[in-house]
């Protein structure tokens, strides 16, 4: 990456250091100084690390963050991570070593870039493409009609049929769990997991006393949905934050003890960084790639 990067740090660097000034604009026609920096870095785990100079999420240090390694991942004690440093992210993209998990990278020459801050923990593919996601088909094996199977994914589908949503809540498919449904979108993740399945769930499981075995894994699933409803909410509060953060940690300790701690994946370790960045940046909505996600949509219709 760093080859691509390179022209437009050197254009990043004027940016920052004297402004770029324009000779003429639609709402300066005698010209205006611009000055610009790169504020975040939001994309998917894979295109974060490779721009950011991380190592990928099979790494032996998969967080970029903070220096757990990977036999440690179901440690959810966050006091007991080693958090990473800007200092030691630069000695360590200077030695290039594959040990530290760390490489060069180009945005490493801007003066006020530090990955650890500005290469965020993206909602939109962690929350929804992760976590949503993970949930149906590995942990409830929607896909080997474990407990998500045919008769409950029925139940799901003639709920969503019934059901009438807000004009603002895209309508969820109708062919959940067959072969014509095909790759389900972020957004249909989050219809189905927020919605639809909230829905029919709570009717189908929520009867059964505490500690029936189904209710326990609604409860489970209804803390996940509770961080994701306050984790993307238009505005945010401390108190927000907290509930996302006791959610996430309630969420997948329940993982752990309702089916086991194999279960924890590098993107749940990476949920747990995420009310981090919602106190740095505000609500997701000002930062998640949903608007990119649709300009790659377009691109590949040319
Ligand atoms: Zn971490």
Redesign the pocket.
């Known amino acids: 990456m760093n080859p691509v990067f390179r022209p437009l740090v050197d254009s990043l660097l004027r940016f920052w250091q004297t402004g770029v000034y324009f000779a003429h604009t639609a709402s300066h026609p005698h010209g205006c100084l611009v000055r610009a920096i790169i504020a975040a870095l939001v994309c998917d785990i894979p295109g974060m690390r490779k721009v950011a100079g991380f190592a990928g999420h099979s790494a032996n240090l998969f ?4 220096k ?1 390694l990977k036999n440690q991942i179901h440690n959810l004690d966050r006091d007991s ?1 080693t958090p990473r440093t800007r200092e030691g992210h630069m000695e360590d993209a200077l030695k290039s070593s594959k040990r530290t998990g760390v490489r060069w990278s180009e945005l490493l020459r801007l003066p006020y870039w530090n990955p650890l801050e500005f290469a965020v923990v993206d909602s939109m593919h962690n929350l929804f493409l992760n976590n949503c996601k993970n949930h149906c088909r590995k942990v409830w094996g929607m896909d080997s009609s474990d407990i998500l199977d045919a008769i409950v994914l029925g139940e799901v589908v003639d709920d969503i049929k019934k059901t009438t949503l807000p004009s603002w809540i895209a309508a969820p498919s109708q062919n959940i769990g067959t072969k014509k449904q095909g790759k389900l979108s972020a957004d249909q993740w989050r219809v189905l997991c927020t919605v639809s399945l909230v829905i029919t769930l709570v009717r189908l499981w929520g009867e059964g006393g505490e500690q029936a075995t189904s209710r326990k894994w609604l409860d489970n699933f209804l803390a996940l949905v509770t961080a994701i409803k306050y984790a993307t909410k238009r505005s945010t509060t401390e108190e927000s934050i907290t509930i996302v953060d006791d959610h996430l940690q309630l969420y997948l300790k329940g993982l752990v003890e309702l089916f086991s701690r194999d279960v924890l994946t590098v993107n749940h ?2 949920s ?2 995420l009310p981090a960045f919602l106190r740095r940046l505000g609500p997701v909505h000002g930062w998640w790639t949903f608007a990119f996600e649709r300009y790659n949509r377009h691109y590949t219709t040319f």
């Open positions: 967080c970029s963050f903070c757990l991570w370790h990476l747990l960084h």
